[in-house]
């Protein structure tokens, strides 16, 4: 847990993706106290038909660099915890790999602990 998908547009390169991933891990390590080796995520690739999104919803000034970040995780955090985690994403991602604060959208999906099993069919949170 926490479970990240992240979509970009197709052409990115290989480093530009795993610079994606890479900081959205460490913001959760900072943020949501994430355990070392707790990272599960898949990045996919979209062609512009595939990837619809608004360019200028809610007074942004989206790009080609958009990323949609889709974190499921469990219900135990506080607001100022996630709101901590959007700014920490944001800001590493501007840095590295330069995509703008208005190209970032964050979903939060948050469910039960009951709710994840990493293997051998057990829900290894609950027992």
Same mark, same amino acid.
């Given at each position: 847990m926490p479970l990240v998908r992240i979509s970009v547009l197709r052409g990115k390169s290989r480093s530009y993706r795993r610079?994606?991933?890479d900081n959205i891990y460490e913001a959760l390590r900072e943020s949501f106290n994430v355990?070392?080796?707790?990272?599960?995520m898949v990045i996919t690739e979209h062609d512009p038909e595939d990837l619809v999104f608004s360019r200028s919803y809610m007074g942004m000034a989206r790009t080609d660099?958009?990323?949609?970040?889709?974190?499921? /995780?469990?219900?135990?955090?506080?607001?100022?915890?996630?709101n901590a985690l959007y #700014?920490?994403? %944001?800001?590493?991602?501007?840095?590295?790999?330069?995509i703008g604060p208005d190209d970032v959208m964050i979903s939060? /999906?948050?469910?039960?602990?009951?709710?994840?099993?990493?293997?051998?069919?057990? #829900?290894?949170? %609950?027992?």
């Open positions: 610079a994606i991933a355990l070392e080796e707790d990272r599960f660099d958009f990323v949609l970040i889709q974190l499921t /995780v469990s219900n135990t955090r506080t607001q100022a915890q996630k #700014a920490a994403i %944001v800001a590493r991602l501007q840095q590295d790999p330069g939060l /999906v948050e469910g039960d602990k009951g709710n994840w099993s990493f293997g051998r069919g057990l #829900a290894q949170y %609950v027992m």
